[in-house]
């Protein structure tokens, strides 16, 4: 058998810079370790995190710490088969990512990642997962301004039946 040929070096350069760009403006970065996954379920990983509008890249270690590391953030050291998840909305990512663990024996496992610039581990993507996302966290916000006027109307009508009863 014929050794597989290694990538030169400005292919590696290539790749650092493609996900360099592609973590440009995101809000977080999570390791995955994704064993265990077949083709089948990795693709179908693959579609439902861009059909979230996140990026999926598969891509060796060193080249993926060099890259965050040159993006001026400070990566941790990753171990064994790694998965990167850059994305621009955290949260719909973290959501994501625990529904279809959730749905296949807990694979792909978070190893950690970077949100806002700090280092996260599995627990806190779990909890971010838990979060409402922006257009949930808007509706949720625009029911609460919508009870103030109708629990005013409410009370202005109570007072009115209170004062007819009285006459």
Do not use: C, H, W
């Not at 493609?18 to 064993?35: C, I, N, R, V, W």
């Not at 979230?52 to 400070?74: C, F, M, P, Q, W």
Request: hydrophobic content about 45%.
């Amino acid at each position: 058998m014929k050794a597989k040929p290694k990538a030169k070096k400005a292919e590696k350069q290539i790749l650092v810079d493609s996900l360099k760009a592609s973590m440009e403006g995101a809000q977080a970065l999570y390791y995955t370790d994704f064993t265990g996954l077949n083709v089948k379920r990795m693709t179908e990983l693959r579609r439902r995190l861009r059909k979230a509008g996140v990026d999926y890249v598969v891509i060796k270690n060193t080249l993926a710490l060099r890259a965050v590391n040159e993006s001026g953030l400070v990566a941790q050291r990753l171990k064994g088969p790694t998965g990167v998840v850059v994305a621009k909305d955290a949260i719909t990512a973290a959501k994501v990512l625990s529904d279809f663990a959730k749905e296949n024996d807990q694979k792909p496992a978070v190893k950690g990642g970077i949100y806002e610039g700090n280092a996260v581990d599995e627990a806190m993507v779990k909890k971010l997962a838990s979060l409402p996302n922006r257009e949930e966290a808007l509706s949720i916000f625009a029911g609460y301004l919508n009870s103030i006027p109708m629990m005013f109307a409410l009370a202005l009508d109570a007072r009115k039946a209170q004062l007819e009863g009285s006459n």
